[in-house]
Nanobody, 125 residues
Framework: QVQVVESGGGLVQAGGSLRLSCAAS????????MGWYRQAPGKQRELVAT???????NYADSVKGRFTISRDNAKNMVHLQMNSLKPEDTAVYYC???????????????????WGQGTLVTVSS
């Protein structure tokens, strides 16, 4: 089907920056929306930012002005530039892809919604 792999997490001091990347690979698929979500310890997973194939971006209020999402449609990649990081940004960040994939079993296009394994971002105060 489709594999989603994140990279770029790590440890950074408050006020610092990190850039996360995510790549989707597989055969016979088409992606509409790519996005980043995060889950802090003891909390539910929440939306960080999403971007459509046309470049329309959406951000959580908590990251507006600090994070920037971008996308390379030709490479099926999405990036998240995180600036002015705060300790409350500490979480596991997950990449999500939404679109269609070709199902050989049913010989049709089926809905695609896939997650990566997550990458840990730790912001120290």
């Amino acid at each position: 089907q489709v594999q989603v792999v994140e990279s770029g997490g790590g440890l950074v001091q408050a006020g610092g920056s990190l850039r996360l990347s995510c790549a989707a690979s597989g055969s016979a698929f088409s992606i509409n929306t790519m996005g980043w979500y995060r889950q802090a310890p003891g909390k539910q997973r929440e939306l960080v930012a999403t971007i459509t194939s046309g470049g329309s971006a959406n951000y959580a209020d908590s990251v507006k002005g600090r994070f920037t999402i971008s996308r390379d449609n030709a490479k099926n990649m999405v990036h998240l530039q995180m600036n002015s990081l705060k300790p409350e940004d500490t979480a596991v960040y997950y990449c999500n892809v939404d679109g269609k994939y070709w199902s050989r079993s049913y010989v049709r296009w089926d809905d695609l919604n896939a997650w990566g394994q997550g990458t840990l971002v730790t912001v120290s105060s």
